[in-house]
Nanobody, 125 residues
Framework: QVQLVESGGGLVQAGASLNVTCTSSARPFSTAATGWFRQASGKEREFVAVFRWRGAATYYADSVKGRFTISGDNAKNTVYLQMNSLKPEDSAVYFC??????????????????WGQGTQVIVSS
């Protein structure tokens, strides 16, 4: 089973930036896509962004487009989520998920087989 470890969360003020990371124990080049989801208190987990390793394609939720950037480093088996211009509504536990299967899209929780434990992001107003 693949282990995913998120890090980099914290407490920041609105307008600030954070870079959260997701490091995988998977064999290099064995992951098809790594995605970030978030879950705010009392809400369902929602899609944030995904990085397709083949071709380095990226996709974002409308709510973060233009503010967040997802990227991957094959050598480190790590995916990064750079979050700029943070808003209080970005506050949530951020989870990364990984899929070894090539799919048409990765917007749903069930598109991923493995998940990390999450990292907390709190944005104060």
């Amino acid at each position: 089973q693949v282990q995913l470890v998120e890090s980099g969360g914290g407490l920041v003020q609105a307008g600030a930036s954070l870079n959260v990371t997701c490091t995988s124990s998977a064999r290099p080049f064995s992951t098809a896509a790594t995605g970030w989801f978030r879950q705010a208190s009392g809400k369902e987990r929602e899609f944030v962004a995904v990085f397709r390793w083949r071709g380095a394609a990226t996709y974002y939720a409308d709510s973060v487009k233009g503010r967040f950037t997802i990227s991957g480093d094959n050598a480190k088996n790590t995916v990064y989520l750079q979050m700029n211009s943070l808003k209080p509504e970005d506050s949530a536990v951020y989870f990364c998920g990984a899929s070894t299967f090539y799919r048409s899209s990765y917007y749903q929780i069930n598109d991923y087989e493995d998940w990390g434990q999450g990292t907390q992001v709190i944005v104060s107003s």
